[in-house]
């Protein structure tokens, strides 16, 4: 695990993905920041009794986006520890199994490595609708977590969010970039620090993308942590972030980079035509068993489950849904099991 700043940590999954403990001004308390590929839920809650204490749990789990690589033990933790997962509500199509994300572009320009490999990685849709619940929107504060504002930055997914604290200025910036080449699989599993963009193929609106990147890099942060690469800290975090910012590398061509895909609380409403593939399809699959082991994706089947592309199953029904500030009253001394409040949202979901 690698320390982003006080009270913020990283936890590298297969050295591909980043999740991230973040403690609370409230004491005891924690959220984790996405979850990681299907089958990360043991190292994550291993790497929590040993940052915390045996047994421990978060107060919710924040996803940045629904992709696979950020959802994909979303369930499994959720069911685990008892505790809401919150999403931007134009994710919540795709992590309701009612939408697909947009197909990814292998023909774009500069996709690299990545863009090989996402010839192979299946349609994106999850069935999480018994435990994830929309972020409310009507403010930009993060919840149970004071001090920590949420910024909307799409491009990569509809409702990615990045999360960034004024105090220290530190900034969670999700996929909207990352801190390794995220075009070649060798820098990625090296870990070597590069702030660039981030996941290319899966980038369905890149005016977009460039938006957020240059919203982010206004905020001069002072550490960085994002879905792919390692922390980076101190000036070189901000210098290197306006560089990405001032001279963002607009690919030539692609499938979404003059035509992008438009998304709204429904799904994908329009998805533009689908670029001719000049790599023969032989050659893909040749090569397909080199790469897809190089950046993990044999993780996907870790105990032969996975979220990816299965049918959507009918929601099971909460036995019991409790809100969080009815716990803390409860634990307080003061009795209360009312339902949740306008004022407080957030449920706390119990099985």
């Known amino acids: 695990m690698n320390q982003v700043a006080a009270g913020v940590t990283q936890l590298q999954i297969q050295r591909f993905v980043n999740v991230y403990f973040v403690e609370s001004s409230n004491p005891g308390e924690w959220v984790l920041v996405d979850t990681g590929l299907p089958g990360s839920e043991k190292d994550i809650i291993a790497a929590a009794d040993a940052l915390f204490y045996p047994g421990t749990h978060p ?38 199994g009612k939408a697909v994300y947009p197909p990814a572009d292998p023909t774009v320009d500069g996709g690299g490595t990545l863009a090989f490999v996402s010839r192979f990685f299946p349609p994106q849709s999850f069935q999480l609708s018994d435990v994830v619940q929309p972020l409310a929107t009507d403010n930009d504060e993060t919840p149970f977590l004071p001090g920590w504002r949420w910024l909307h930055v799409p491009g990569h997914a509809p409702g990615q969010i990045a999360l960034f604290r004024e105090e220290d200025r530190t900034l969670l910036g999700a996929d909207a970039f990352a801190t390794a ?36 890099a206004a905020l001069v942060p002072h550490a960085i942590g994002c879905g792919h690469g390692p922390v980076i800290q101190g000036a070189e975090a901000s210098v290197d972030l306006r560089q990405l910012a001032n001279h963002f590398p607009m690919p030539a061509h692609g499938r979404y980079v003059t035509d992008p895909a438009v998304i709204d609380v429904a799904g994908v409403q329009y998805l533009p035509p689908a670029p001719k593939d000049t790599l023969p399809a032989k050659a893909a699959l040749v090569g397909a068993g080199v790469a897809l082991a190089a950046v993990g994706i044999a993780l996907l089947s870790r105990g032969g489950k996975s979220n990816g592309h299965k049918p959507a199953k009918e929601p099971k029904k909460n036995s019991k849904v409790y809100d969080l500030a009815a716990r803390r009253a409860r634990k307080s001394g003061q009795a209360s099991c009312e339902p949740a409040s306008d004022e407080y949202p957030y449920k706390e979901i119990r099985y």
């Open 181 to 216: 080449n995220h075009e070649s699989v060798p820098s990625l599993l090296l870990q070597l620090p590069k702030i660039s963009v981030a996941g290319a193929p899966f980038n369905y609106n890149w005016q977009q993308v460039r938006d957020s990147v240059q919203t982010l």
């Open 59 to 96: 107060t919710a789990i924040i996803l940045t986006h629904g992709h696979m690589d950020h959802s994909g033990s979303a369930r499994a933790l959720a069911e685990h520890w008892h505790v809401p997962v919150l999403a931007h509500p134009l994710e919540l199509p795709f992590l309701q």
